[in-house]
């Protein structure tokens, strides 16, 4: 072996040796370097910091539903003393966990969970509630934390939105088209149930020359209350509408003839009694009602029922009006 060779050797050698020291070295280096940032990163004054900056209530709760961790929008809502707290208790004043609340369900599914909900405690506001399950590295839901964005905004905006489309703009009962649908589900539910349904059919008397004689302003002022006058008596369950001009219909329930007769009668006598007063005008204005059952007259659809309901009317109206009218089919008229 030459000198050259015996050189190399030994270069290569000593290369072996070196090679994992430096490597060891620039590790070593790059750990004290990473360690020196480290010294001035507090995690838990980061995480405080980032989200204390979201307009947003967000929280953390344990699976005690214990309120570990707030930030600065949560401690401004729902007070500084939030931390070890039940979130079921500050958010919807209840003593214990229900399926409802958004904890309870991420704990239960251990996925997200989306839902708006209306909270009495934070003023009866409306909020898009997200809440995230936190895992370990099993996949143990340990915490989950939780979002409230306030959209009481948008969503009164979006439910005046609604009540445009189905509700008439100057009386604030159903319009026709949401009648008609509330009629058609009624209508099926009861021939499933077994059930009945009535029908009433509501028509003031001599409303258009009243009109011609008062104004139209007079007009819109006498529908407007007795619109009111018929949502005042009759039950919560049934359904008041605005079918045209100075017609109404009220649909009742499980409510056979007779009850829909007694119901009837009464908003007749109310009605009757009524004094529909302005600056120029002050009158009592009558109206004629006209009344149809399921299990008394067995219409065949919804358009029957509001036929039958309508003939009665026109009954009535033709009888002096002020009156209720119970419709009869024309085979018995004829006899």
């Not at 001009?245 to 007779?258: H, M, S, W």
Request: charged share 30%; net charge negative; glycine share 4%.
């Amino acid at each position: 072996m030459n000198r050259a060779e015996n050189i190399a050797e030994k270069i290569s050698a000593e290369k072996q040796i070196v090679t994992p020291r430096i490597r060891e070295t620039n590790k070593e280096d790059e750990i004290k370097s990473k360690k020196g940032i480290c010294r001035f990163i507090d995690d838990a004054g980061l995480w405080q910091q980032t989200f204390d900056a979201s307009p947003d209530i967000i929280f953390i709760v344990d699976r005690e539903f214990s309120i570990i961790r707030a930030n600065l929008k949560a401690r401004q809502e729902l007070g500084e003393d939030i931390i070890g707290r039940k979130c079921f208790k500050i958010m919807y004043g209840i003593d214990d966990p229900f399926s409802h609340c958004p904890a309870c369900r991420v704990f239960q599914t251990g996925v997200p969970v989306t839902i708006e909900q209306k909270i009495l405690q934070l003023e009866d506001r409306w909020f898009a509630v997200s809440a995230h399950p936190i895992t370990d590295e099993h996949g143990f839901v340990w915490q989950s934390m939780h979002l409230y964005r306030d959209i009481t905004e948008q969503k009164e905006m979006s439910l005046k939105l609604k009540e445009l489309e189905i509700k008439d703009t100057l009386t604030g009962v159903y319009n026709r088209r949401h009648f008609n649908e509330i009629f058609q589900r009624e209508f099926d539910l009861a021939f499933r149930r077994l059930s009945d349904l009535s029908l009433l059919v509501l028509d003031l008397d001599f409303f258009k020359p009243l009109v011609k004689i008062c104004g139209h302003s007079y007009g819109d002022l006498v529908l407007k209350e007795f619109a009111d006058l018929l949502q005042n008596r009759i039950r919560r369950t049934d359904i008041c509408a605005r079918l045209r001009g100075d017609q109404f219909a009220i649909l009742l329930p499980d409510a056979d003839l007779d009850e829909g007769v007694m119901i009837a009668k009464n908003i007749h006598a109310i009605a009757e009694q009524n004094v529909y007063e302005d600056q120029d005008n002050c009158r009592q204005i009558t109206v004629s009602i006209g009344l149809a059952a399921i299990n008394a007259h067995a219409p065949d659809s919804t358009e029957d029922m509001l036929t039958f309901a309508q003939m009665a009317m026109h009954e009535a109206k033709d009888e002096g009006g002020n009156r209720v009218g119970i419709y009869t089919p024309l085979e018995l008229l004829q006899k």
